[in-house]
């Protein structure tokens, strides 16, 4: 029995130095501060990526948003602003040059494209083409974006310092001719229209009412082609429009 007891007491016995081979074994887990330490920076190397791209894909957005370019930076033009970009020129139907202007060849040869007679201008009609896109880069007017008001003054023949503008009297002005599309005329249709001969600044010399037809008469010496009559025609397209005039023997254009 004393046996039997002893072998139990030894089977339940573990050696000193088989006990620390064993606890040396066992893996040592970590402090909890280490523990937080690494899984930070475990998480932290995985977000890195992800905010790259949200990184790559926000900012161009917020820099439009701030007027910036989503493609240039600032640096890439060193102390060289950004000029805006100029108002587009309008695109004329027919080249059609300011009041006073000289026969066309001449006015080409006179003409220096300084811009005088558009700054002059109170109705701005008179555009420019700064980079020689529109109209051979010489001043023009298109009536239906701004027709000549025939100002009193006729201050852009006045402000031209080449000649190529003359000042003449306002009778005398001869941007072009009106001409009349009968099909699309609203009097043609049996509507009493008269915006086209209530625009015209010259009046009965120049626009009428043919007392047998009914229909818009333009008379050629009388017409000076300001486009008063295009731009209050209502209908779409104009059924009047200034052209260049043509041969100066036909003395009624109908």
């Not at 700054?119 to 555009?127: D, Q």
């Not at 003359?166 to 229209?193: F, P, W």
């Amino acid at each position: 029995m004393v046996i039997t007891g002893y072998n139990q007491g030894m089977a339940n016995e573990v050696p000193e130095n088989q006990a620390e081979s064993t606890a040396s074994s066992k893996p040592t887990e970590p402090a909890p501060q280490e523990r937080r330490r690494f899984f930070s920076e475990v998480f932290k190397q995985a977000l890195t990526p992800i905010a790259a791209i949200i990184e790559k894909r926000v900012t161009p957005m917020t820099d439009a948003l701030q007027g910036k370019s989503p493609f240039l930076d600032d640096d890439d033009f060193g102390d060289e602003a950004l000029a805006p970009m100029e108002e587009q020129s309008p695109q004329p139907r027919v080249i059609l040059r300011p009041p006073g202007a000289v026969p066309a060849g001449e006015f080409e040869s006179v003409c220096s494209r300084c811009g005088m007679c558009a700054e002059a201008c109170p109705v701005k009609c008179i555009h420019l083409d700064r980079h020689d896109m529109v109209a051979g880069g010489f001043p023009y007017i298109v009536p239906e974006v701004a027709p000549c008001a025939v100002c009193e003054d006729l201050s852009c023949m006045k402000a031209c310092p080449s000649g190529a503008l003359k000042l003449v009297d306002r009778l005398a002005i001869r941007i072009g001719l009106a001409e009349v599309n009968h099909t699309l005329c609203l009097r043609t249709n049996g509507e009493d229209c008269r915006l086209c001969l209530d625009a015209c600044p010259i009046g009965e010399s120049a626009i009428v009412v043919s007392n047998s037809s009914g229909r818009v008469i333009v008379k050629y010496h009388g017409c000076i082609g300001c486009g008063m009559c295009e731009q209050a025609c209502p209908t779409q397209p104009s059924a009047i429009v200034i052209n260049p005039r043509p041969d100066p023997t036909e003395p009624i254009v109908a």
